[in-house]
């Protein structure tokens, strides 16, 4: 489980590739396209913000949302891609 | 519409100073003074980018034979490609590594043969195990993705638990199993290398515990032998659907074993661009459609998904490149393969008694 406290960031091996229009994550064996929400994500989370901040910032540009269902589906996403070994906290 | 591939497979060079028993470079191996330049590789990695390549694997032979490896990854990096070394270790130096970082490598992938210092250095035939858990080590000091690569077959398969928890004091991110793939120097051996049913249930069973113990922490692939699965695998993504190979010449092949595949003409990219052979060549449209299928793939509901196997297996037990690959339950070869199964006979030799068939890989002449 991801803390409020944990600072996610890309796991070592990870990096952005693609192109501008359309960037591509790589890691050591596959590339993931990324898109919308988890583009948006994966940008916030550099290792110095900690979830709580990506969360709320989030909750600032999606202006309307549900601020529990932002933290939820964040919390999803970064777990799934811990697991795979792309993203580290 | 033909998508360009998405990983390009640089076979640099295929000089070695390991001699592998499994080693499943071609028996006829490319001589140094055929190897493409420097300049060639540049090329060759700008054009893949422009293609849309994400992917760059180094490989050999052992990559470090080349002395301009430092520049090559260099221009891949420049070209913004991911680059992936695949190597023995033997040789590097922590200075050297630092170098290769320095110039943009993003993934290494170190090969180990077994956790006894010994029996590694039999199967490879050279002194190298040492040496390798320093060099991982010295790995971990840079910010690069540190794969342990770990092939398997019936002389080291009773010792994978042992094995695996060696490989995990060396704090890799990711562990590969790979089981012997039964082309070039493997085939040679495959009788002292092909494991047992026992044997590899029982591996099942340990990797199976060891995802479950590292989860989280170190990502395990394991690739089932396919001699033993009931369908075959879509090797190489499918014929020419995903990866291109280089060899050490120049010439651009479909998968690495393409070479036994008698008739095939393999064009350079001394003479013709990435994306022409990759759209035309020849040896890359020979398997790709469904044409050139027999039956029983040509009405099987698998041929979208493994498209009937890998061409090079079906030549070399069948005879036929065009047949069902015979490790395919439903292929009417399948009894020939599953005879070879059987027949593992249930010895293992050991360092002090070497099998009578065991063919260590030589180096390439000077040419
Ligand atoms: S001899 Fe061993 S290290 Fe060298 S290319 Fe073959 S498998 Fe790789
Ligand atoms: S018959 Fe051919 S297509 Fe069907 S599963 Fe076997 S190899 Fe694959």
Redesign the pocket.
Known sequence: MIAETSKPALAVGCRWGGSQEDPMLLFPEGAMKVQGTGLAILELCDGQRTFLDIVEELHRRYFGSDAQRIREDAAKFLEQLHEKRIVDY | MLANPLALIAEITHR?P???V??S?PLELAAASSELKTEDWRCVFAEAAKMGILHLHLT???PLARTDLEELIASAHQARLYTNLIT?GVGLSRERLARLVQAGLDHIQL?FQDSHPDRADWI?GTKSHAHKVELAGWIREHRIAFTANLVVHRQNLDDLEATLKFLETLRPDRIEIAHTQYYGWALENRAALMPTAAQLEKALAVVAAAEVRLKGSVRIDSVVPDYHAQFPKACMGGWGRRLMLINPAGQALPCHAAGVIPGLVFDNVKERSLQSIWNESAAFQKFRSESWMQEPCRTCERRTEDFGGCRCQAFLLAGDAAATDPVCSLSPRHDSVLRTVCQAPEDIVSPGSPAKSWKY?PNPGRG
């Open positions: 070695c390991l001699h592998c499994y080693c470079n050999g032979g052992e023995s090969s490879a890989r």
